[in-house]
């Protein structure tokens, strides 16, 4: 079988050795529980408990804030210490919702589950919805809204992410293996959904056990296919993993639906099932704890609103001060200014390092070698589009493109005069777009 | 744990590769040639231009840099790169002095009056070699071997008279400092593909664009004897693998490359058959450079999603 890509990318050094190996261990928290009203793309959910307010995991706080949000939930039984603004992961104060865990964790009652069989789209996009889940990859829009498309009907493929194309995050590769049958079940609730659609788990070939794993798995699913990916960055990404599995492009003004497909992550396709199958709102997600300055990189289960500092003790704190910290894969992630943050739904890993390769490596003249357009997945010219972004001409950086760039950061990687092309790139791209609203 | 840690836009790893060590690189593919160069001209005292030049190129660019209160850019290497290529396109004959005031034309108005690395519109070198044609055309055009002054082969080519293709692959032929040997000049350039430095596009471009233009226009038809002198003979070998492949100077995207290797390989062409001199190397470089922003213009790739995922 050939295996499927697309054209440009880049072959960092994965990373994953430090943890691949390290089955999924389950982290009780303590401290705190810290809960963000915004985890997610949209509008941001809104406070139901008050300061004083005794809550039981499972239990709603807060609620969807619009049709794109999506409702938050105690991950733990506690009394509601107030509202405070906190850091998150990508280094924001934000509001949050913070309680005080009892280390009971008394589950609300969630009563009979109706079967799958018996409920109608509605009541499961219902459901999903209700259970706060969203994309967990990293993107964080609400599922129920992407799971709505105009015509159903038109939905020929439901891509599982299963890439992990980011260097050194090992929990959905971990969720592949252990978790193989809800991973599986998720997407038959998914494709439930789309009469016409065909469920393709699509994972980089550098992950084999979980391709022979998901293959057993789905032998007697029909509707269900393992498609084996290139190993390279990016090909998680969105566009580029829809192209690698369906040979359609996309481009910046168009959704996945338009070349009839959804893409929904490992981790997101497991809270499915846990919402629909289980009757369970999403409290927990794996994590991975991994770099070089860790001592012991692992993969945990972690409930929401677990502070990182937990993390790192369970994974036997540094080895030695680390130089910088990232929330997420080390090509997209964040870098964390304080490791005093709450693990939110869209948490995929905390990583640390003993240097910080970027401030090493100081931005020098643009040689002009063509190597960040031999990369760029968009096709575009990165280091074009950088000096307009750096000259402020948003009318140049349109007319050559600027907006399809999907941020996956190939070009600074790949840059041999260090140049921060993302950065330049994904401002002015905040700016262009936002103009392009106003309008 | 309750530090602030240093924060900055992803992606937070880096590829291994520098500019400085692309340059370097260079520098090492060129030494295959230097070296040859310099061995071949010992009569000449080859080693001393070649020494000079070089060493002119960097200090220019030290001292203007100095002058200028710019940061110290020596350190990458594109001056000794600039410095030694300029040097390998000189003839062994000429004095000391016209290689240092080449280098200094080089960097101080190709290079730097534009904006330092990175901006320059021609290659430094080139430009530099064209200038002293000017200032310089006797001693410039004026070859030696064994100490006997005589024309380059492919000025016998071109009036007509038989050449021997062997002494011109090996390269113990009158010509400037670097060109002479096609094998050096290939095992350097074979390092540099080796290394990722450069790639066949624009070097195949050239080539095939230029023998197919002599095929056409040359008058001998497709006898390979006459191709082969045309391929070893001069400039070509050493611009095409190591000149018509600076970054700076061409185009950005894999079509833009095919077609600026194509204007090359016209102009090369249409210079060595039909103009005054027999040599057209150093011109159809420079000035394709000049078509460069042009090229850049007609050959803008399709963004995915748009036609350009194919």
């Known amino acids: ?439 | 744990m309750n530090e602030k840690y240093r924060v900055s836009s992803s992606p937070h790893i880096r590829d291994k590769i520098k500019s400085s060590n692309i340059m370097l690189m260079v520098v090492i593919g060129l030494l295959p040639a230097t070296v040859f160069g310099i061995w071949n001209f010992r009569h000449e005292n080859a080693w001393i231009l070649v020494v000079v030049t070089t060493a002119a190129a960097v200090l220019s660019e030290y001292i203007y840099e100095k002058l200028m209160h710019k940061p110290i850019t020596i350190n990458d290497f594109s001056a000794v790169v600039t410095g030694l290529l300029l040097a390998l396109n000189l003839p062994p004959t000429l004095p000391w002095w016209m290689g240092v005031l080449g280098s200094v034309f080089a960097i101080v108005v190709v290079k730097q009056l534009f904006g330092g690395l990175g901006q320059n519109f021609m290659n430094p070198a080139l430009a530099a070699r064209c200038f002293l044609l000017i200032c310089f055309t006797g001693q410039m055009t004026s070859f030696v071997y064994d100490g006997v002054t005589g024309p380059t082969p492919l000025a016998d080519l071109k009036a007509g008279e038989a050449v021997n293709t062997m002494d011109m692959l090996i390269g113990n032929i009158r010509g400037t400092i670097g060109e002479t040997s096609v094998i050096a000049i290939m095992i350097g350039a074979m390092f540099l593909i080796l290394m990722g430095v450069i790639d066949l596009t624009i070097p195949a471009s050239y080539l095939i664009s230029f023998v197919v233009f002599i095929v056409i226009f040359g008058g001998h038809g497709l006898d390979p004897q006459y191709i082969t002198a045309h391929l070893c003979g001069g400039g070509l070998m050493l611009g095409a693998w190591f000149m018509a492949t600076d970054y700076v100077t061409s185009p950005i995207t894999t079509k833009g490359r095919i077609l600026y290797g194509v204007c090359m390989g016209l102009l090369t062409g249409l210079f060595r058959l039909f103009g005054g001199s027999a040599e057209g190397v150093s011109y159809a470089i420079i000035i394709s450079n000049l078509l460069v922003p042009l090229i850049e213009k007609i050959t803008l790739p399709k963004p995915f999603g748009k036609g350009g995922e194919r």
């Open chain 1, 1 to 439: 079988m050939g295996l499927l890509t697309f054209k440009g990318g880049i072959h960092p050094d994965d990373g994953k050795r430090f943890s691949k190996d390290q089955p999924i261990r389950p982290l009780l928290p303590e401290g705190d529980m810290i809960y963000p009203l915004s985890q997610h793309i949209g509008a941001p959910a809104n406070p139901i408990v008050k300061k004083g307010d005794h809550v039981l995991k499972g239990q709603k706080i807060a609620e969807a804030g619009g049709f794109v949000s999506a409702p938050v939930y105690s991950s733990v039984s506690g009394t509601v210490k107030g509202m405070e603004q906190h850091f998150n992961p990508a280094g924001n104060k934000v509001e949050c919702i913070v309680i005080e865990n009892d280390g009971e964790y008394n589950e609300v009652d969630y009563g009979p589950v109706k079967p799958m069989e018996e409920m109608t789209s509605e009541e499961i996009l219902e459901k999903i919805g209700d259970a706060g889940i969203v994309g967990m990859g990293g993107a964080g829009f609400p599922t129920r809204v992407k799971l709505s498309p105009k015509e159903p009907e038109k939905i020929d493929y439901i891509i599982a992410n299963c890439a992990e194309c980011e260097p050194y995050i090992t929990a959905d590769y971990r969720r592949m293996l252990e978790n193989t049958s809800d991973l599986v079940s998720g997407m038959r609730v998914v494709l439930s959904l789309f009469p016409n659609a065909k469920g393709i788990f699509a994972v980089e070939d550098n992950k084999r056990d979980c391709i022979s794993k998901l293959q057993e798995a789905v032998a007697d699913e029909p509707r269900m296919d393992v498609k084996a990916l290139v190993t390279k960055y990016p090909q998680g990404a969105e566009r580029q993993l829809i192209y690698a599995v369906t040979k359609r492009a996309i481009n910046s003004s168009m959704l996945p639906a338009d070349a009839g497909c959804i893409v929904d992550n490992v981790e997101t396709l497991i809270a499915i099932h846990n919402a629909v199958i289980n009757g369970r709102p999403l409290t927990e997600r794996v994590v991975t704890v991994s770099g070089d300055a860790v001592q012991n990189p692992g993969n945990f289960r972690v409930l929401l609103g677990t502070n990182h500092l937990n993390l790192i003790k369970a994974a036997g704190g540094f080895t030695e001060q680390p130089a910088k910290l990232i929330s997420g894969g080390p090509m997209m992630g964040f870098a964390m200014v304080t490791p005093d943050a709450p693990v939110t739904k869209t948490s995929s890993a905390i990583l640390a390092f003993k240097k910080d390769v970027v401030s090493r490596n100081p931005e020098t003249a643009c040689i002009n070698c063509g190597r960040c357009v031999e990369v760029c997945p968009s096709r575009i010219i990165p280091s074009r589009l950088a000096d307009y972004a750096r000259r402020q001409d948003i009318d140049s950086f349109v007319a050559m493109n600027g907006l399809e760039c999907v941020e996956c950061g190939s070009c600074s990687y790949v840059c041999p005069a260090k140049r921060q092309l993302k950065q330049a790139i994904g401002s002015m791209r905040k700016t262009a777009l936002a103009n392009k609203r106003k309008k």
